[in-house]
């Protein structure tokens, strides 16, 4: 067991997208917000040199507007680079010459899965992986028995207390406040449930495409990319039961055993789509069958949730970006007004970005003297997007040794037995155009239960 703090980082995939998007704003983030000061050492196989790692760095700050001088003055001296075959041994070497007198390291896997294994191997190899801790990126494996593999590799050079499987969704404020607001409220409580909720929907729409992500998405798709990993765990976040205790592993225990009660999802309750243009993309084969959209319908096989069915989206190259969860409550037993009320009348809505929001919707009549009513939506709380980089939270944590925020092994295969028999092509692909909301096959995927509904506009500004 790893008992000290960390007192270096070791990020491999140094000159990858993930690290120039992610970490770097991180690195700054921790270096002048929380005060660390511990070698930062980059490695990959590009023969770059420390003086490109760090412009670099200082380029991924100014692409991010994170940039800030004086911090990026104290972080700069603190990143270090080695260039090295991941499976040479003396590329562990010039690392372990690199770390100094650190003992304690956080070995960050920005690698592609494939590569864990030559990483892990040569690190117990050099002897590096005693006192470490590895924290690794999604998606864990690509399908059950892989994840199960993997996790095999990894436990044969480190203890569970010391593997930080990283879903970076689990470090956003905003789902953190979808945990809080469920727990904090005790109003919430008695009405969530079957008896007072007519379906759940989560929407993760994005406005643009692969970009240059092409070959990695085209061995992904949506599925593997976002539902099997981030919006599963926000299922689970949403749809557990009150944890039992206040320890580390008490929120973690109830969301791995709602995961488990998941039903593994049938072909007819899938809808993939692909958008036209994405088979131009660099490294996208000419007749792909890959999706870029995935609509889903799920159950939840326990007592609270019985019956209730669970609408997953997501996309890229759509309409707008929004990503929210959606709880739809059900309708009074009689009307006594006569009104057509519009599905989704009563609910509550809670974004998680591009802004953070929560908003409560009901029926208020309108003015005059005539029984009518309209939709209004009550803005309960708005604020900008995340102020902080998920990633530094999340590295933070892991150097603290704090799994909390964290996805545990249990939950990653419960969540690939769900997803599994929908996996490549058992379902067919339509195309959609870019800017609209999807293929059209997927409007009847919700059938009697109503349309999808579909985010409300970005809030401005401010937190209120």
């Not at 470090?171 to 759940?200: C, D, M």
């Not at 059900?330 to 609910?347: A, C, N, Q, W, Y």
């Amino acid at each position: 067991m790893t008992a000290a703090r960390t007192d270096a980082l070791v990020f491999f995939g140094a000159t990858g997208d993930l690290v120039h998007k992610e970490l770097f704003p991180a690195l700054q983030g921790l270096v002048h917000d929380g005060g660390v000061r511990m070698p930062f050492i980059g490695v990959a196989r590009s023969p770059w040199t420390t003086e490109q790692l760090r412009a670099r760095a200082k380029d991924s700050l100014e692409q991010s507007g994170r940039f800030d001088p004086q911090a990026f003055e104290e972080l700069a001296p603190l990143l270090h680079y080695i260039s090295g075959d991941y499976g040479a041994p003396e590329t562990y070497v010039a690392m372990r010459r690199a770390l100094g007198g650190a003992r304690h390291p956080l070995l960050y896997m920005a690698v592609p899965p494939s590569v864990f294994p030559v990483v892990t191997d040569a690190l117990a190899g050099a002897g590096s992986t005693e006192g470490a801790r590895v924290m690794i990126e999604k998606p864990f494996g690509r399908d059950l028995a892989s994840a199960k593999e993997l996790n095999r590799t990894l436990r044969r050079h480190f203890p569970e207390e010391d593997i930080f499987r990283i879903d970076h969704f689990l470090g956003k404020e905003p789902v953190q406040n979808i945990t809080y607001t469920r727990f904090a409220n005790p109003w919430l409580e008695p009405v969530w449930n079957r008896s007072h909720i007519h379906r759940v929907q989560i929407t993760m729409a994005e406005d643009f495409g692969v970009k240059n992500r092409g070959r990695f998405y085209e061995e992904a798709g949506a599925i593997r990319d976002v539902v099997q990993n981030h919006l599963l765990q926000l299922l689970a976040i949403a749809a557990m039961d009150p944890p039992g205790g206040a320890g580390p592993d008490a929120i973690g225990d109830e969301k791995v055993r709602l995961l488990e009660h998941v039903q593994p999802l049938e072909a007819r309750n899938v809808v993939r789509g692909q958008y036209r243009g994405y088979r131009s993309a660099d490294g996208v084969a000419p007749d792909s069958t890959v999706e870029t959209y995935v609509a889903l319908k799920l159950f939840i096989d326990n007592w609270r949730w019985s019956g209730v069915p669970f609408y997953i989206r997501a996309g890229k190259e759509l309409a707008m970006r929004s990503t929210e969860l959606f709880v739809e409550f059900k309708r009074p037993p009689r009307d006594l007004f006569g009104e057509t009320v519009p599905p989704g009348s009563s609910h509550l809505r809670m974004r998680i970005g591009p802004d953070i929001a929560v908003g409560f919707g009901m029926r208020v009549k309108v003015h005059g003297e005539q029984m009518v009513g309209r939709d209004v939506e009550l803005a309960l709380t708005s604020c900008p997007g995340d102020a902080h980089p998920p990633y530094q939270r999340l590295l933070s944590d892991a150097m603290a040794g704090n799994k909390e925020l964290f996805a545990r092994q249990e939950g990653i295969e419960a969540s690939w037995r769900i997803v599994e028999p929908v996996l490549g092509d058992a379902t067919p692909v339509f195309s959609y155009e870019p800017g609209s909301r999807g293929p059209v096959q997927a409007d009847g995927l919700t059938g009697t239960d109503g349309p999808w509904i579909d985010p409300a506009p970005p809030e401005p500004t401010e937190c209120r």
